[in-house]
């Protein structure tokens, strides 16, 4: 016993020892932190991150002694006893075009361009073509020498889970393209210089002004709440002489979109702190013809909603300025404005007619919103000497020039990734096939057969003793029924599939169980979920897919629904994997711009040049 207490108190005061060790470790942790210079970049940025911290806490200390500094947000010359619902660039909304129309209170024409501006685009091309390059070949350079010879080297944030001396740890690495905000700024200020040689067939373009990140403000009253879209952004055009109205419709019976049980407020922060006008950052003695933003994020919605509140907002300052702040019915004169929104790639037009300035009610007279969202100017720009990404689109657009051969081809619907499940009952077990991928060909009259032969006497393949359902997981949660992503009335002819994977495996097997999904989807809906031995009927699909160079091809052929057994009737398959289309394809010289889309080109020249061709041509 003696023996036994020595030992514990020896034990004790050993772990008192490691515990204060510890402490002290831990309390100069940071000090040691701030005071080791380490050569690496990397730490010194981390130790650059820490010295803010401690300065900001300082800065703290420094401005409350400030004689006029004050943190109360009532002290601001811009606050109000009322909040406001306000609207920033950058700010996304759930609805989107819905959304941002019923906050103008205006009635969408989605996917729609106004008939004054289709009309001009065949003249666009004789306006700004000089005798050494046509218009396609000047934009395809702007694209170029925004995408691709924009030289300076931009650097974003990248987490990392490796070793982290602080919570946060970034690191700053080099990326080889510009940002999406660079990118659309080089590519909206190429087009515009573009415009100038076309000085000369309109000379009321002297009478423009360009403004760089004007302050646009409005504040109007929406549903009994208080609604203000404010923010210093984009590259606004001014004119001497207004954009005529686009439409004489009456919107008296025209009806907003319902979003009851919800507020279509949801998405908008709501503050005391706003501007009590309304202003679009000139005199009152010119009118906005068109905002070009520069979107910070790829996401198409940003840009729709962006564009049409931002086209709104200058609409009714102009009116606000021009008829005073009561609100108005119906305008003598409709105010019209544009908006163009570009993410790098992918241009929003917008075409906004304020008829009205009475915004607090939802009856009355509405105001107009023309959207042509999402056209794709072009598909990929590269700056670096690189094999050409092959698209799985082309051999199907090479199929359209026969449509005259075959008019049954305008029967078809195309389904861009359709939500395709299929669920049977394979040897006792439950087998679901089910994914939302591929690009789906519907045709109005099935595939003929392709055998007759009796299957019931061939054999499948025996894995014994393994299973083949070995590969795949098991999970409670699926879909109980079978469907291809559209009505009982098609029938599926062919599935395109693009696999993420060079491995030839991956298309073989993902190209036959899509296929005979397809097929017994058709037939549970043509002849019900009862297993039938043999279908009146074989259904027939096909399946191609496409790993970037490789293309494999499948055709199926369903001779029944009795899954459960390996016996009777069977199915048939036929395979023609690893079909090599190319070995290499490289471009000649860097900077390429691939699938530039001119109609795009020409409809963005259609707005800038809406309001001279008519009057000055």
Same mark, same amino acid.
């Given at each position: ?10 034990? +004790? ?7 204060? $060790? ?30 803010? %911290?401690?300065?900001?806490? @300082? ?9 006029? !500094? ?6 601001? =010359? ?15 909304? +759930?609805? &989107? ?65 490796? !070793? ?32 100038? #040689? ?77 501007? $009590? ?15 070009? *933003? ?15 509140? !931002? ?44 008829? +009205? &300035? ?6 009355? #007279? ?9 056209? %794709? ?34 029967? %078809? ?35 003929? =057969? ?18 083949? *359902? ?23 002819? +062919? ?7 060079? @491995?030839?495996? #991956?298309?073989?097997? &993902? ?10 989807? %058709? ?36 001779? &029944? ?57």
């Amino acid at each position: 016993l003696a023996n036994l207490r020595i030992l514990l108190v020896l034990l +004790t005061a050993i772990g008192m020892r490691i515990i204060l $060790a510890l402490k002290h470790a831990r309390g100069c942790q940071r000090s040691i932190c701030l005071s080791v210079q380490d050569p690496d970049p990397i730490k010194n940025y981390e130790f650059y991150l820490q010295k803010q %911290r401690l300065d900001f806490e @300082k800065e703290g200390n420094v401005t409350s002694a400030v004689p006029h !500094f004050s943190e109360d947000p009532k002290d601001d =010359p811009n606050y109000h006893s009322e909040r406001a619902y306000c609207f920033k660039y950058r700010r996304l909304l +759930t609805h &989107t075009s819905r959304q941002a129309a019923w906050l103008a209170k205006a009635i969408l024409y989605d996917d729609a361009t106004p008939h004054k501006i289709l009309k001009h685009c065949n003249e666009v091309d004789e306006c700004l073509s000089t005798s050494h390059q046509s218009l396609k070949e000047r934009i395809i350079s702007v694209i170029r020498e925004a995408y691709c010879y924009d030289t300076k080297e931009y650097e974003r944030f990248w987490s990392t889970p490796a !070793f982290k001396p602080y919570w946060r740890r970034k690191f700053l690495k080099p990326v080889p393209f510009p940002p999406v905000r660079r990118l659309s700024y080089n590519i909206l200020t190429g087009l515009n210089r573009l415009i100038d #040689v076309a000085s000369n067939e309109f000379p009321s373009m002297c009478n423009r002004i360009y403004l760089d990140k004007p302050l646009i403000h409005s504040l109007c009253r929406r549903t009994n709440h208080l609604f203000s879209v404010q923010n210093r952004t984009g590259l606004l055009v001014l004119d001497k002489d207004p954009l005529p109205p686009v439409s004489n419709e009456n919107s008296e019976n025209l009806e907003l979109h319902n979003f009851y049980p919800i507020s279509p407020l949801m998405d908008l922060y709501h503050s005391h702190i706003y501007r $009590a006008s309304s202003s679009f950052g000139s005199n009152s003695l010119m009118y906005p013809h068109t905002i070009f *933003l520069q979107a910070d994020s790829a996401k198409v919605g940003v840009s729709i909603s962006t564009a049409i509140l !931002f086209a709104f907002s200058l609409c009714y300052s102009r009116a606000v300025s021009r008829y005073g702040s009561e609100p108005i019915a119906a305008l003598p004169e409709p105010i019209v404005c544009q908006s163009i929104a570009c993410n790098g790639r992918d241009l929003t037009f917008v075409t906004f007619q304020l008829n +009205t &300035t009475a915004m607090n009610s939802n009856d009355g #007279v509405k105001n107009f919103v023309w959207l042509k969202a999402d056209q %794709r100017l072009y598909k990929e720009a590269k700056r670096e000497f690189d094999g050409e990404v092959f698209d799985e689109n082309l051999l199907n657009r090479l199929i359209d020039v026969a449509s005259n051969e075959f008019p049954s081809m305008c029967n %078809r619907i195309y389904l861009d990734k359709p939500l395709i499940h299929s669920l049977c009952r394979r040897t006792n077990h439950l087998f679901s096939v089910q994914n939302r991928t591929g690009l789906l060909v519907l045709d109005k009259d099935p595939l003929p =057969p392709v055998s007759n032969e009796n299957s019931e006497n061939l054999e499948l393949h025996n894995f014994y003793p393994i299973s083949p *359902l070995m590969d795949l997981y098991h999970s409670h949660i699926y879909r109980a029924s079978s469907s291809f992503g559209s009505n009982s009335l098609m029938y599926p002819h +062919t599935i395109f599939l693009q696999a993420d994977s060079a @491995k030839v495996g #991956v298309s073989i097997s &993902t190209a036959i169980l899509f296929a005979f999904s397809l097929c017994y989807s %058709r037939a549970v809906s043509r002849y019900g979920s009862e297993p039938i031995a043999a279908l009146p009927e074989p259904i027939v699909c096909q399946s191609i897919a496409c790993n970037g160079r490789d293309l494999t091809f499948v055709t199926f052929q369903l001779n &029944t629904t009795a899954m459960n057994s390996n016996d009777g009737v069977k199915n048939f398959v036929w395979l023609k994997a690893d079909q090599r289309l190319y070995k290499e394809a490289k471009r000649e010289f860097d900077g390429e711009v691939f699938e530039y889309d001119h109609e795009v080109g020409r409809l963005f020249f259609s707005h800038v040049l809406n309001g001279l061709i008519n009057t000055d041509a």
